[in-house]
């Protein structure tokens, strides 16, 4: 059946039949556009669940302690000290809403957090500095 209207037919039977079979408040729902079907590819693998930031990790406070160092490389030994897995520095990375390559290493991960954080306000402070009176 390659026949994109047979095939059109037969989605629609299938949707029709699983409409049929809702309750009549996800019937409403969907009427009025609160709720949306979706479609969901069963044959994809489904992606493993993203690593939480460990418990005992404040964000908040990585955030201050960050925003307060003053070079690179404290950023980076300060990450280091915390001493993260890859997971749960990708999972810091998100909350600080940093993007990371899904293909980094633990050190381009890190490096990533101290560029956004620290690396991005030296160089803001740097170019913004007035220069030196020549004389």
């Known amino acids: 059946m390659s026949n994109p209207a047979d095939l059109a037919h037969a989605v629609l039977l299938r ?5 049929r079979a809702l309750p009549a408040d996800q019937l409403t729902a969907l009427a009025d556009g609160t709720a949306k079907l979706a479609v969901v590819d069963r044959t ?14 404040d964000v908040d406070r990585v955030r201050a302690d960050l925003a307060a160092i003053g070079d690179r490389a404290a950023g ?6 915390l001493k993260l897995t ?9 909350e600080l809403g940093i993007a990371v390559p ?3 290493r633990k050190a381009d991960v890190e490096h990533d957090i101290v560029q956004w954080t620290v690396g991005r306000r ?13 004389g």
């Open 15 to 19: 949707v029709a039949d699983f409409v």
């Open 44 to 57: 994809r693998a489904a992606r493993p669940a993203a690593a939480a930031v460990p418990a005992g990790l």
């Open 76 to 81: 980076v030994r300060y990450l280091a000290d």
């Open 86 to 94: 890859v997971a749960k520095l990708r999972a810091l990375a998100k």
């Open 102 to 104: 899904a293909k980094a």
């Open 122 to 134: 030296l160089d803001s402070a740097a170019i913004s500095r007035p220069p030196a009176p020549r």
